[in-house]
């Protein structure tokens, strides 16, 4: 089955989320990201709990001093992400992204793609944590939460505040195609503007910010994984290695290079 | 100078989340404990430079995450493995019950050539917790089970204390080496190593 107990991983992983902060030394503030995580659980029943998702909430815990205030920042947050944990027997949601992945790095970097599917590295799955926590792990507790703004910021949809009223827990952006009420665009984030002016959304809706994201975590080391990299270990090495050492001001320029050069390229093939 | 010696192990560790994965492999690699490690998302691994029998071995010891979501990710890190090492909590039944479903789910997605002798060490991990006295599975109870599936080599550890860890992982890599063939203990020095040619079933010619 996909979800077991989640009382028992939600536990298990309250007791072992940013754990080195002094503000979880304090038992209460345990007990609320228990509670956000636990009625997460219990009203998106499809979901459940799923590891990760602590590192997802422990931000709001800690930036909104309302318990009921962090928990609905982190159930909008689910929205857009919720579709990463979602799993059957044979895949997670996830890979849904990083097969995104796989096709933008081809396009961007053929050689890299080439190199990467021969040491077996074909299904991303080494960005798999990069995804599911939005980089947490690869940045420290203020940096993240830097990227995380800086991204949302690029990703702004003004529309997305109605899509949310809307729709229950259960249906997500993703699902629902995507279809703008166009404002003026300058309402709109840059990342979500460039989306909007070259039309090249499939009916999944835009590819994430974070697919881009990692795929300049990849380009950025791509010399070191071609020259390097003799197996899927070493891939994982060199990644693991981005720890602490990423700069998110710089991984969201390249971020939208990239998704520019994407688009360009994109457009190109059409013509 | 035709040939060199095979030198990397690879070890697998399983087994549901909570019961101390990441700990152990910290414990035996850096002999250090933590109680503030997070939970493993996807997949890691730690390195560790061995000598068995007058041979240096480089041992590659593989984290996974605990929640049986993530089972089905697991091929990709699961494949070339020479050893799979499961962990349960001595505090937790459900944990020990769930041991077959791990050493299945290993079995079929790394599908070795042997499935019927490949290398398993069961660790019974936390036996430090509470001085024994919240401790539900018994050492009677493991041992059987590991006589059940072909007399595997069980220790009962604490990755807190550093209780058994090294004779572990001593029995650990004698087992890893112990499934192979000598022949493929050398490898042309031409050969470029990518991928799937170190582990399992790469049998050469023929």
């Not at chain 1, 040491?119 to 690869?138: H, I, P, Q, S, T």
């Not at chain 2, 604490?158 to 058994?164: M, Q, R, T, W």
């Amino acid at each position: 089955s996909c979800h077991g107990d989640n009382n028992i991983y939600t536990g298990l992983d309250v007791l072992r989320t940013d754990r080195s902060m002094v503000f979880y030394e304090k038992k209460e503030n345990l007990s609320k990201l228990w509670d956000i995580l636990a009625v997460y659980a219990w009203i998106d029943k499809e979901v459940g709990y799923c590891q990760g998702m602590s590192d997802l909430c422990s931000p709001m815990i800690v930036l909104l001093n309302d318990e009921a205030d962090a928990f609905w920042c982190f159930e909008r947050l689910m929205r857009r992400l919720r579709g990463n944990f979602r799993c059957t027997q044979q895949s997670v949601g996830v890979e849904n992204q990083l097969q995104h992945l796989a096709s933008i790095i081809q396009v961007l970097d053929p050689k890299l793609h080439d190199h990467l599917e021969t040491l077996g590295g074909g299904d991303y799955l080494f960005a798999f944590r990069m995804f599911m926590v939005l980089f947490r792990r690869e940045l420290s507790f203020g940096d993240s939460l830097y990227l995380w703004e800086m991204m949302w910021a690029l990703e702004y949809d003004p529309d997305m505040f109605s899509t949310y009223e809307e729709s229950g827990p259960a249906t997500d952006r993703s699902a629902q195609g995507y279809k703008p009420r166009v404002k003026s665009t300058r309402q709109f984030g840059k990342y979500e503007r460039a989306n909007m002016k070259s039309a090249t959304n499939g009916v999944d809706g835009p590819v994430p910010i974070s697919v881009f994201l990692v795929a300049s975590v990849l380009k950025e080391n791509s010399q070191k994984l071609l020259q390097e990299a003799r197996g899927l270990d070493d891939i994982i090495r060199i990644l693991n290695n981005v720890n602490g050492n990423l700069d998110a001001k710089k991984a969201c320029a390249g971020a939208l290079k990239l998704h520019a050069k994407y688009l360009r390229k994109m457009q190109g093939k059409k013509a | 100078m035709a040939s060199r010696r095979r030198t990397l192990l690879k070890v697998i560790i399983l087994g549901d989340s909570g019961v101390g994965k990441t700990s152990l492999m910290n414990q035996y690699v850096n002999k250090k404990f933590s109680n503030q490690y997070k939970a493993t998302i996807g997949a890691d691994f730690l390195t560790k430079e061995v000598q068995f029998e007058d041979r240096l071995f480089t041992l590659q010891i593989w984290d996974t995450a605990g929640q049986e979501r993530f089972q089905s990710l697991g091929v990709a890190f699961y494949r070339g493995a020479d050893c799979c090492v499961l962990v349960y909590d001595v505090n937790s039944m459900k944990s020990f019950d769930n041991l077959n479903n791990w050493r299945e789910e290993f079995l079929i997605q790394a599908s070795p050539s042997d499935p019927d002798n490949f290398p398993f060490v069961l660790l019974g991990n936390k036996v430090d917790v509470d001085g024994g006295n919240s401790r539900v599975v018994s050492e009677k109870k493991a041992k059987a089970w590991c006589a059940s599936k072909g007399n595997i080599p069980y220790f009962e550890t604490s990755a807190k204390d550093g209780i058994n860890v090294e004779e572990a992982f001593q029995c650990i890599v004698k087992n890893a080496l112990k499934n192979e063939p000598e022949e493929e203990l050398y490898m042309p020095d031409t050969v470029d190593v990518v991928g799937g040619n170190r582990g399992q079933g790469s049998s050469g010619c023929c």
